[in-house]
């Protein structure tokens, strides 16, 4: 039967080919992956040096980057670490999966963002595990959070305590996409609260924020202002990809 059935499938698949879903280019049969293998080679893994304080790759040495060492703004988190780098063919597989419903991609994606936290935080502790969440009409116009999904699959994996509303987006505010950093900035600033049912377990807590892809961090910062102001002992960003 079993040998049917990989018949049946090869004889579709002569007429009907894979395809990567980024160049188009067909792929291996047996491969499943939504990418062929030279677009998963293209994916840039943050193994490097990195900022101490957001995460972001240094490429002439030091302990922070830039920004970080200006310290215009107060950082409330402990500090963020990102899986890849936030360029092709990431930046369109999570374009295509946030807007487009692509959520069949988030199996690809999860499994990257998984051995990332392996490598991040397999020395620390964390204690409860939430996400960046989204405003209750845009998450009822998209059908889901992306965030949740990711956090969703790593809690589960690792047997962490996962509190989805544990964070609410009180405030409605544009998509940070196309806005400059300052904008981005002014767009997040107090648009987080916690979620009162949850107000007395965050005390001396670690507790990790998951987002799918961090700019400027504030977006992960401003919920670690709500965390920290309620006792949380450490408040860490995990995201799966960085913007450089």
């Known amino acids: 039967m079993n040998f049917i059935k990989k018949f049946f499938e090869l004889f579709i698949y002569s007429f009907f080919p894979k395809i990567c879903f980024y160049c188009n ?43 970080c060492r200006k310290q215009e703004r107060k ?10 780098e936030y360029r092709e063919p990431i930046k369109t597989l999570i374009h295509e ?71 609410i987006r009180k405030k409605y505010t544009v998509s940070q996409f196309k806005l400059s950093q300052q904008k981005r900035i002014e767009n997040v600033k107090d648009a987080f609260e916690i979620n009162h049912k949850f107000e007395n377990i965050i005390k001396e807590k670690n507790v990790l924020i998951i987002d799918d892809v961090c700019t400027t961090a504030e977006t992960i910062n401003q919920c670690a202002k709500m965390l920290k102001k309620h006792k949380a002992k450490n408040v860490y960003g995990f995201v799966l990809a960085r913007d450089i």
Do not use: W
């Not at 963002?113 to 392996?118: I, L």
């Not at 059908?143 to 305590?161: D, P």
């Open 75 to 84: 950082f409330y988190f402990d500090f963020v670490r990102g899986v890849v």
């Open 97 to 167: 999966f946030k807007y487009n419903k692509k959520t069949f991609l988030v199996s690809f994606l999860s499994n990257i963002f998984t051995k990332g936290y392996e490598k991040e935080f397999k020395n620390i502790k964390i204690d409860i595990v939430c996400c960046v969440p989204m405003h209750r009409i845009k998450k009822f116009l998209r059908g889901f959070n992306q965030a949740e999904l990711l956090a969703k699959v790593l809690a589960k994996k690792f047997y962490l305590n996962f509190i989805p509303d544990l964070l």
């Open 25 to 67: 280019k067909p792929i291996d049969y047996f491969s499943n992956l939504p990418l062929c293998n030279n677009c998963v080679n293209k994916i840039k893994i943050i193994d490097g040096l990195v900022c101490d304080k957001c995460g972001l790759p240094l490429y002439s040495g030091g302990k922070f980057c830039y920004n």
